[in-house]
């Protein structure tokens, strides 16, 4: 019988959060499981008493493991591909070995189950009708602040994950250029320090820079605005009757509009600037 590759998912913390089929297809289906890092692997084998032999596969070996995948699926053996945590691919190894498997003609089997997105989407309270996920946010201010600037007129509920390394970081250019937008912090999805907070980006910072430590991995899941800059027909009237009406400046009566509208101070200037020729345009507020 032609071999078969699994793509299964495994817990993200709690080890019961594996479905019957996941166990039955590690212990009985297949030869070998291709995984990120054997040690993580064999505690959850372990834990339920399956023997498999492993083979590692991450990064830095994709491309000749991947030769050893296909092969040992060309001898008629399936193979089990997992990740660390989760469903495999979703901001983990495994693309290529997939792809190159469907090259070769192979079944490529889903077993479904955990997946931090998910959990954490669906515990957040926030819209889930239409989402997007970004992986993970860039490690270089400069293309993170770009990448958090790509979600301000996302139409749906954004998810991404941050290493808990950067979240301050991360949380103060949220804060800065989505204002705010309401945001979930969900840490620890499954384990015991499972945590969820909830409130805008500078308010969730606040609550954690009181912290000696952050600690664990973090999904961020970002609402999506009230209104999107296409709703905002006419901001400079705004502007120019806060000005009259109550003596604002310009910056001032521009951060007031929108603190109303739930936008970033950068997306209520540009737009009236477009409006006012003679109003200088800014490249940061």
Not at 48 to 53: G, L, S, W
Not at 77 to 102: E, F, H, Q
Not at 142 to 159: D, L, M, Q, S, Y
Not at 200 to 215: M, N, Y
């Given at each position: 019988?032609p071999?078969?590759?699994y793509?299964?998912?495994?817990?993200?913390?709690?080890?019961?959060d594996?479905?019957v089929?996941a166990l039955?297809?590690?212990?009985?289906?297949?030869?070998v499981?291709?995984c990120?890092?054997?040690?993580?692997t064999?505690k959850?084998?372990?834990?339920?008493?399956?023997r498999k032999p492993?083979i590692?596969?991450?990064?830095?070996?994709?491309a000749?493991?991947?030769?050893?995948?296909?092969?040992?699926?060309e001898?008629d053996n399936?193979?089990?591909l997992?990740?660390d945590?989760g469903?495999?691919?979703i901001?983990d190894?495994?693309y290529r070995v997939?792809?190159?498997?469907?090259?070769?003609?192979?079944?490529i089997?889903?077993?479904?189950?955990?997946?931090?997105?998910?959990?954490?989407?669906?515990a957040?309270?926030l819209p889930?009708?239409?989402?997007?996920?970004?992986?993970?946010?860039?490690?270089?201010?400069?293309a993170?602040?770009?990448?958090i600037?790509?979600?301000?007129?996302a139409?749906g509920t954004v998810?991404?994950y941050e290493?808990?390394?950067?979240?301050l970081?991360?949380?103060?250019?949220?804060?800065?250029?989505?204002?705010?937008?309401?945001?979930?912090?969900a840490?620890?999805?499954?384990?015991?320090h499972?945590e969820?907070?909830?409130g805008?980006a500078?308010?969730?910072?606040e609550?954690?820079?009181k912290?000696?430590?952050?600690?664990?991995?973090?999904?961020?899941i970002i609402g999506?605005?009230?209104?999107?800059?296409?709703a905002v027909?006419?901001?400079?009237s705004?502007?120019?009757?806060?000005?009259?009406?109550?003596g604002?400046?310009?910056?001032?009566?521009?951060?007031?509009?929108?603190?109303?509208?739930?936008?970033?101070?950068?997306?209520?200037?540009?737009?009236?600037?477009?409006?006012?020729?003679?109003?200088?345009r800014?490249?940061?507020?």
């Amino acid at each position: 019988m032609p071999g078969t590759l699994y793509v299964v998912a495994t817990p993200i913390g709690n080890l019961e959060d594996i479905t019957v089929r996941a166990l039955r297809i590690l212990r009985d289906e297949v030869v070998v499981i291709a995984c990120e890092d054997t040690r993580q692997t064999q505690k959850l084998l372990k834990h339920y008493e399956i023997r498999k032999p492993l083979i590692s596969y991450h990064e830095h070996n994709e491309a000749s493991r991947t030769a050893e995948i296909v092969e040992s699926l060309e001898r008629d053996n399936s193979v089990a591909l997992v990740s660390d945590a989760g469903t495999p691919l979703i901001s983990d190894p495994g693309y290529r070995v997939v792809k190159a498997a469907i090259e070769h003609g192979f079944d490529i089997v889903p077993v479904p189950g955990p997946s931090a997105v998910l959990a954490a989407l669906a515990a957040s309270g926030l819209p889930t009708d239409e989402f997007g996920f970004i992986g993970f946010l860039p490690s270089k201010a400069g293309a993170r602040r770009k990448a958090i600037a790509e979600i301000v007129n996302a139409p749906g509920t954004v998810v991404a994950y941050e290493s808990p390394h950067r979240i301050l970081d991360t949380l103060a250019d949220m804060a800065e250029i989505l204002g705010t937008r309401p945001i979930v912090l969900a840490r620890e999805i499954t384990k015991i320090h499972e945590e969820f907070l909830r409130g805008s980006a500078g308010e969730i910072r606040e609550q954690l820079a009181k912290r000696a430590s952050v600690k664990g991995e973090i999904t961020l899941i970002i609402g999506r605005p009230e209104k999107t800059a296409s709703a905002v027909s006419d901001p400079l009237s705004e502007i120019l009757k806060l000005e009259a009406e109550r003596g604002l400046n310009r910056m001032e009566a521009v951060k007031a509009v929108a603190k109303q509208l739930g936008l970033p101070k950068r997306e209520i200037y540009r737009l009236a600037a477009e409006q006012d020729n003679n109003l200088p345009r800014r490249s940061r507020d």
